[in-house]
């Protein structure tokens, strides 16, 4: 039975040991000037075998699917194996986000961006992410660079498109309209994800 007690447990897991990663879309070989959509997905990633564990069967409380439990190597430097855990159907990831959302703290920014976003591509099979997608997606890197906060020109355009992000007391519906043609440029460094892992 899945208590509240345990979605705050997860979610200070996630806070500290968890990754919410994004996959840029690539070109389709046929078709290069098609993309696919960008891909979200939630990592759990951590040495601690029985720590894994409970959270995965928490996540089974909770109805979300994920791909099996790995066993991973991490580079030369590693002195031990850790345990992979990773969501990634779209559905499941929001599902899950809106349930940890709440008890987030680090990473509560990426949260609610990941929730926004897929919010609006899970409404759909095959969503099209537009430029303000890419614009508001692309400023994870930028947030997590930045310790899990948001800088001030990063902020101002989650304040225009995220709910959650807009500033106590702004009239509702200020500032939505016309925010695809903001002049607004974030850093063209690749978004930060989880480092890439072997199988053993």
């Known amino acids: 039975m899945l208590k509240d007690v345990d979605i705050a447990w997860l979610a200070g897991i996630i806070d500290g040991e968890g990754c919410f990663s994004i996959k840029r879309p690539i070109p389709k070989r046929k078709t290069p000037h098609r993309k696919t959509s960008y891909q979200v997905w939630i990592v759990l990633c951590n040495t601690s075998e029985s720590m894994v564990r409970r959270a995965e069967s928490i996540l089974k409380d909770m109805?979300?699917?994920?791909?099996?439990?790995?066993?991973?190597?991490?580079?030369?430097?590693?002195?031990?194996?850790?345990?992979?855990?990773?969501?990634?159907k779209k559905h499941d990831v929001l599902r899950m986000t809106e349930m940890l959302l709440p008890y987030?703290?680090?990473?509560?920014?990426?949260?609610?961006?990941?929730?926004?976003?897929?919010?609006?591509?899970?409404?759909?099979?095959?969503?099209?992410?537009t430029e303000l997608d890419a614009l508001v997606l692309d400023s994870m890197s930028v947030i997590k660079r930045n310790g899990g906060e948001a800088?001030?020109?990063?902020?101002?355009?989650?304040?225009?498109?995220?709910?959650?992000?807009?500033?106590?007391g702004l009239?509702?519906?200020?500032?939505?309209e016309g925010v695809e043609t903001r002049p607004v440029r974030l850093n063209d460094n690749p978004v930060q994800e989880c480092p890439t892992s072997s199988v053993h």
């Open 63 to 88: 109805g979300v699917e994920h791909q099996p439990i790995r066993k991973v190597w991490k580079g030369q430097r590693a002195t031990r194996w850790q345990f992979w855990l990773h969501v990634a």
């Open 171 to 176: 009239p509702k519906g200020e500032g939505l």
């Open 151 to 168: 800088p001030a020109e990063v902020l101002s355009v989650l304040r225009e498109v995220i709910p959650s992000q807009a500033s106590p």
């Open 104 to 129: 987030l703290t680090a990473k509560k920014t990426e949260a609610e961006i990941v929730k926004w976003y897929l919010s609006k591509s899970c409404r759909v099979a095959q969503y099209r992410t």
